[in-house]
């Protein structure tokens, strides 16, 4: 009786509210623990309530779907998106169903004490354990732009930039879930005239990203074709790579990013399956340098996902300071995942490729604070009348998204974090 989960006409039986980032067409998923308890579970949404899958399992809501037992017992989602997206699209079907109105799976809700939890009542892990973290650098406004304030206005893109999706390897053990927050990070400071000093960053600034997950991986020395590619992507999720442009600014040329980048960085808490995007697939700008045959790509690629960044100082009111979209994103995700393996390359299940900053055309619409303030020139202002050229001790930064077509609107969740004072 499986009917498409994102139908549009689809209500559920649990209420939720029309800005809801969690529908019944969303159910996305992620890790949590009940407050009362440490044990981990892999969990979806709807509206406010979180869907505890491995209470839901041992009903037996799963039959007839190849999954391990203890699957949704794992601290992380690896060992269930590791079994591939057929099997992780008949699990997204199968909460579709036992949560429509009208379902046949009549016993789930009446039982639904046993899986269905206020989202007060629990904590967020991070989704998955993310063993490798890549940053691309996608984004041909964000490029033009660091390109214009650091390099050359006339020639802001390197030679390279057209003919292949330029990244770096970050770190992935300072990668935290949504709602944590950090000191601001010490470093090499240059001051204009003078030798170098060590002390706190005065320019904290976030990056408008948005991550992909890697689903099945693959063996060194495979490759994944831009036509493959999808197939070994699980979801995406909200993702704000940290930086702090003035350790960055000393420290990173000739080489990649190192200490400006790797003290912190947020991943939001549910990744939102491919499958759910599927109804906001739509073109990319076009592409105006022939690319080589193995970064060609067909057809719509990307998604229509608006993203919102906003600033929340201590005790204040959040302020909107960016609306971007994946959109404008120059290279697609299969062209990344494509160019990222063709050396051979493996991925694994739980990797972590985030776009680059999301930068769009117009001045509101630029993905870090960096640009925003134009390298310092100008000043961001907040609802409460202050300003800003950087992130301040206390501020937190929220980073939100979501689709909207045939009155279904899917969102990301929040994608949150403060940054504290510097340790002395
Ligand atoms: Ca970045």
Partial sequence: MI???????????????????????NLPFGIATRLADDRPFAASII??????????????????????????????????????????????????????????????????????????????LLPVSIGDYTDFYSSLEHATNVGSMFRDPSNPLLPNWKH?????????????????????????LKPQDGPPEYGPSRMVDFELEMGFIIGKGTQLGETISTEQAEEHIFGLALFNDWSARDIQRWEYVPLGPFLGKNFASTLAPWIVTM?????????????????LPYLQTEGPKTY????????????????????????????????????HTVNGCDMRTGDLLASGTIS???????????????????????????????????????????????????GFGDCAATVLPANS
């Avoid at 292949?164 to 090499?188: C, K």
């Avoid at 499958?275 to 690319?291: H, I, K, M, N, Y």
């Avoid at 509101?364 to 409460?384: H, I, P, Q, R």
């Fill in 3 to 25: 009917s498409n989960p994102n139908d549009p006409s689809l209500q559920s039986w649990v209420p939720t509210p029309p800005d809801s980032d969690f529908p019944i067409q």
């Fill in 47 to 124: 509206g406010d309530q979180i869907i505890d899958l491995h209470s839901l399992a041992r009903l037996d809501a799963f039959h007839g779907i190849a999954l391990p037992d203890g699957i949704f017992a794992h601290p992380d989602l690896n060992p269930f998106i590791a079994l591939g997206r057929s099997v992780t699209r008949q699990v997204r079907e199968r909460i579709s169903e036992i949560l429509r109105v009208g379902t046949v799976h009549d016993k789930f809700r009446e039982q639904q004490r046993e899986w269905l939890i206020p989202g007060s009542a629990v904590r967020h």
């Fill in 164 to 188: 292949l999706p330029v990244g770096y390897h970050g770190r992935s053990s300072s990668i935290r879930v949504s709602g944590h927050s950090f000191p601001r990070p010490h470093g090499q």
């Fill in 275 to 291: 499958d759910a995007l599927e109804p906001f697939r739509t073109t990319g700008p076009e592409q105006d340098v022939p690319v």
């Fill in 304 to 339: 229509d996902i608006a993203l919102d960044v906003l600033i929340q100082p201590a005790g204040g009111q959040p302020s909107r300071v960016c609306q971007s979209n994946f959109k404008y994103l120059y290279w697609n995700m299969c062209q990344q995942l494509a160019h």
């Fill in 360 to 410: 769009g055309p117009t001045p509101d619409s630029f993905g870090s604070m960096m640009e925003l303030c134009w390298g310092g020139t100008k000043t961001v202002t907040l609802a409460d009348g202050e300003t800003r050229k950087s992130i301040q001790d206390g501020d937190t930064v929220i980073m939100r998204g979501s689709c909207v077509k045939d009155g279904v609107r899917i």
